[in-house]
């Protein structure tokens, strides 16, 4: 199995050579998991993927103005979605259940703070979707842009940083990316998913005129 998770800093509906570049970029490497944040409905890898989407935002959504289309998470999938689960938020984390050629799988993608690592969006978040991440069952992938980097700088807090690897460790998860340096974006599983695979991951590094971002990938074997 492969994922790929990436923010593509709110691309627009008339912006088609950016759009271009993210979709030939992400299809070259032909995974089997697309979590995009930050992202735009318009965006369609076509009929080989199944998708799942947050909420369009509307013209003005909590003190910020959106264009037409933007939402905050997109994920597509090779398998298709059995079963979506309601969240604490429809515009900030979608989930659903998928069945791959072996086990079944819970994808949870999210953005945790919309507007950065602090403040009160940050917080409710975070707090909302370990509390959501812990109440799931069986194999999990958990997704998106975290604003927390486990490396390199100390974003966007040591405390957050060492409170947010302990949540995991106890609830028996693994930060597949958590050695990209300066890296907001991230991919979680299981333990027991992982169990006797090797796991190859990768930070593709993105040009600031495309995404203020880096795409993180995760190979699962």
């Given at each position: ?136 069952k069986g194999n999990i ?81």
């Amino acid at each position: 199995m492969k994922i790929l998770s990436w923010n593509v800093e709110r691309l627009k509906t008339n912006e088609k050579d950016k759009l271009d570049f993210i979709k030939n970029l992400i299809l070259s490497e032909n995974p089997d998991l697309i979590f995009l944040t930050e992202t735009n409905l318009t965006i369609d890898f076509g009929t080989e993927y199944f998708s799942l989407h947050s909420r369009e935002l509307p013209d003005f959504y909590e003190n910020q103005k959106y264009e037409s289309k933007e939402n905050r998470v997109s994920v597509f999938s090779k398998y298709p979605f059995k079963e979506t689960i309601k969240t604490y938020d429809e515009y900030t984390a979608i989930s659903a259940k998928i069945t791959t050629k072996s086990v079944d799988l819970t994808v949870y993608g999210s953005i945790i703070g919309s507007f950065g690592g602090r403040g009160f969006y940050f917080e409710n978040d975070l707090e909302n979707q370990k509390s959501e991440i812990k109440k799931l069952k069986g194999n999990i992938c958990y997704s998106g842009d975290f604003n927390i980097a486990f490396s390199g700088w100390k974003y966007p807090s040591k405390k957050v940083i060492d409170e947010t690897k302990l949540f995991f460790e106890n609830e028996n998860l693994v930060i597949l990316t958590k050695e990209n340096a300066d890296c907001a974006i991230h991919i979680v599983m299981n333990n027991d998913f992982l169990k006797n695979k090797i796991v190859k991951s990768k930070m593709i590094e993105i040009n600031r005129k495309i995404s203020d971002h880096n795409a993180v990938v995760s190979e699962i074997k």
